[in-house]
C-alpha cells in the first residue's frame, strides 16, 4: 500500500513527529512504499538544519534525512508555513524540498491512505 | 521522473482522478493557527477539482460564527474568507448537531448555509470519503 503521511507539529514539541517517523519506518519495513512525507504548521521546523538536539536525544532532522535518502521519501515542506516561520532554502536541511500546498493535495489522491499526525 | 514533484511521477498518475475530500475543522479561529492554514489547503484543494466537504465540530463550529471581531487581539478575522467558498465550488458544508447545541448556538449565528448532522450521520459521511484531513 502507499501511505501519505501528514506531519503538523513541530519536532521536540510534540510526539507527532516522532509518531510519524515511526509510522512511516514500520509500513516500510513491512512492505508498503512511503512515496511522500509533506510538513506543515509548526511541521515544518522538522526540516531546520539549524536544528542541535543535546547529543543524549534522538536527532529527528538527520533521522528524517536518513529514512528518505535509503527509502527515496520525498520529504516536503509547505513554502506559505516554511516563510512564516523562518523556514528558508538557505536553511533548509539537505533531502527536504520547499514546495507548495499542491503538494500535500496530489499525495492525497495519488497514495491509498493519507495519514495526519497532530493535535 | 518530474521536476515538480521530486522525482516522483504523481502528476501524471493523478489526472482525471476524483476522490472523496474531507476537511474536519475541530478548533476555535483564534488562539492556534490551525484554522487560518486549514483553510489554505481547502482553497488549494479546489484546484484539483476534487469532491471536497468541510466539517466543522467542537471549537471548530466557531470559525464560521457572525461577527468576529478581531482588532483587539491584532489578528486577522479571516472568517470572510468562509464566505467565498462558494466561488471556488466548495458548496458541501456539514456542521455537527451537538457541537452547535453544547455552545449554546443554531444555524442562524453562521455566516454559510451549512448541512446540520448527528453524530450518527456525520459518522457515515465520514466513513464514504477517501481522504479525510482534520485541524
Redesign the interface.
Known amino acids: 500500500m502507499k501511505f501519505g503521511i501528514l506531519v503538523n507539529e513541530g519536532l521536540y514539541q510534540h510526539q507527532a513527529s516522532d509518531t510519524a517517523y515511526q509510522f512511516a519506518k514500520a509500513a516500510i519495513e513491512k512492505g508498503h512504499q512511503v512515496p511522500r512525507v509533506f510538513f506543515y504548521h509548526d511541521g515544518v521546523y522538522n526540516s531546520s538544519r539549524l536544528t542541535e538536539p543535546p547529543q543524549d536525544d534522538r536527532n529527528i532532522v538527520q533521522r528524517w534525512q536518513k529514512l528518505a535518502k535509503e527509502h527515496n521519501i520525498d520529504l516536503v515542506v509547505c513554502v506559505a508555513a516554511a516563510l512564516r516561520r523562518g523556514i528558508k532554502d538557505e536553511n533548509l536541511a539537505e533531502g527536504f524540498r520547499i514546495s507548495g500546498l499542491g503538494q500535500l493535495v496530489e499525495v492525497g489522491i495519488q497514495a491509498d491512505r493519507l495519514v495526519v499526525f497532530g493535535d | 521522473m518530474t521536476e ?5 511521477d ?2 501524471e ?2 489526472a482525471g ?1 476524483v ?1 472523496k ?1 474531507m476537511f474536519v475543522n475541530r478548533k476555535a479561529p483564534y488562539g492556534t ?2 484554522a487560518l ?1 486549514g483553510l ?2 481547502v482553497l ?2 479546489a ?2 477539482d ?1 469532491d471536497v466537504s468541510l466539517v466543522f465540530l467542537d471549537d471548530g463550529v466557531y470559525q464560521i460564527v457572525k461577527g468576529q471581531h478581531t482588532k483587539a487581539i491584532d489578528v486577522k478575522n479571516f472568517s470572510p474568507t468562509y464566505r467565498a467558498l462558494e466561488g471556488y465550488d466548495i458548496e458541501k458544508l456539514y456542521v455537527l448537531k451537538e457541537s452547535l447545541e453544547e455552545r449554546g448556538l443554531t444555524v442562524d449565528d453562521l455566516l454559510v448555509d451549512v448541512e446540520v448532522l448527528d453524530a450518527a450521520g456525520m459518522a457515515r459521511l465520514m466513513a464514504e470519503q477517501d ?5
Open positions: 515538480a514533484t521530486g522525482g516522483i504523481f502528476e498518475e493523478s482522478v476522490k475530500f493557527i490551525y492554514e489554505e489547503v488549494i484543494s484546484a484539483f476534487q481522504v479525510v484531513l482534520s485541524f
